[in-house]
């Protein structure tokens, strides 16, 4: 599996950071009046505009479910946060908003568009992947460890059709992997019967570690396949977090994740990194390999977001939010 890539030069950063620096809305406090400045800037900047639309146009997503911008803008201040709240931190330090403008208007050029999930993170479009002392050695964004292979809210009822992972800040002294491999891949690696087993409602996963508002009265979400043949996204699946429910199909699941690490990429990011990961057409983790600077790698910030192809989506929910359930 190959990761497309399209590259931004010096000038078409310099560029396109200055602009984004003068954008005056803050996107943690009116998120529409900051997203209509990003889309004039769309317009505006018609010459990188297109650029981009047009490499774009010339990739074959599933083949190439993962596209990497490199080179994007992002901002000159990015200050160190407590680990205690770290989003709190981030909306009083964070001052600039380059780097949620750039998954703005990445967004827009994709056609596929930033959403957040009213109960989820306060509803907060742009989540940092950072360290939050609570949540240290949890299955979370806000951990510090490694987590199995999934899709983002892979079983929540809207699911995102990208992940959009942006760096700002990843120590190189450290191994951290953002490792994906192609659904198409593992599947060709099952046999029509394990495939069979594997669309039968025999599986259940445990509730993600999530910052919802109400608790969750289960540990376990409802039961369900963890192969749907006739869907786009073929597969629902947490590794470490979805088994059997009778012993007979475990098996399969094991398989299932031993193929993914077979197919595996492995991939390391540098600030000024944005990777878009299709959620529908292969799965993603976080293998942290080997650490050097354990006060480095608290400070490891990742910005993502969650999008969707489907414009529709935001006609009936007003602001860019959907609920969880
Ligand atoms: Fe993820």
Redesign the pocket.
Known sequence: MSVAKIEFNHQQTASLGFRLNLLKSNPYQDYDAFYHEVEGLVSEMTELSEHIVQQLNELHYLQQPVVLFKNVPIDDALPIFDFHDPVAAKHKLKKTFVAEGILCFIGILMKSYPFGFASINDGDLFHDVYLKDALRDSASQKSMVS?GF?Y?MGFFKVRPDF?NLLCLRNPSCNKVSTSFALDQAILDGLTEQEKARLSRTAFRTKTEVLALKGERTSAYMPAHPVYYPQRAAKLSFFEGRTEAIEPEEQAILDKLAELIHLHKQRFYFEPGDLLCINNNLCI?GREVIEITDLEAHKTRWLLKTYNSNDETLFEDNKGHFVSAE
Do not use: K
């Open positions: 987590i999934h983002d992940a993603h």
